[in-house]
Nanobody
C-alpha cells in the first residue's frame, strides 16, 4: 500500500512554469511505475507522463511533449512534474498515480494508487 500526496499546483499565466511534487508514503516506492494524469472540467481523465521504476525511462502525451518533464527521486520517495510553457488548455486537476505493472502503461485503470489531486490553472 502507498499513499500519495500532490503539491505545487496554483495559478500561473500562459507561458509560465510550475513544478508539481508527489510525496509517497509506504514501502517499496521504487517498485512502482509513477504517472501523472489530469482531468479538466467536463472531460475524462487523461494521461500526461510516466516514469518507469528501474531505468527511469519516460513517456509523455503528445500534448505535453517538449514542455513537461517527469522525474523521480527514489531516496526521497517522490516524483515530480516540471511544467514549462504552460497553455490555457493545461488547466486541470493533476493527479499522481502509482502502478505495479511492469512496463509503460498509460491506462488509468492500471494504476493502483492515486493522490487527491492538485489544481493547475493557466490564465491566458
Amino acid at each position: 500500500q502507498v499513499q500519495l500526496v500532490e503539491s505545487g499546483g496554483g495559478l500561473v499565466q500562459a507561458g509560465g512554469s510550475l513544478r508539481l511534487s508527489c510525496a509517497a508514503s509506504g514501502r517499496s516506492f521504487s517498485g512502482y511505475v509513477m504517472g501523472w494524469f489530469r482531468q479538466a472540467p467536463g472531460k475524462e481523465r487523461e494521461f500526461v507522463a510516466l516514469i518507469t521504476r528501474s531505468d527511469g525511462a519516460t513517456l509523455y502525451a503528445d500534448s505535453v511533449k517538449g514542455r513537461f518533464s517527469i522525474s523521480r527521486d527514489n531516496a526521497e520517495n517522490s516524483v515530480y512534474l516540471q511544467m514549462n510553457s504552460l497553455k490555457s488548455e493545461d488547466t486541470a486537476v493533476y493527479y499522481c498515480a502509482a502502478s505495479t505493472l511492469v512496463g509503460r502503461t498509460t491506462d488509468a485503470l492500471t494504476y493502483n494508487y492515486w493522490g487527491q489531486g492538485t489544481q493547475v490553472t493557466v490564465s491566458s
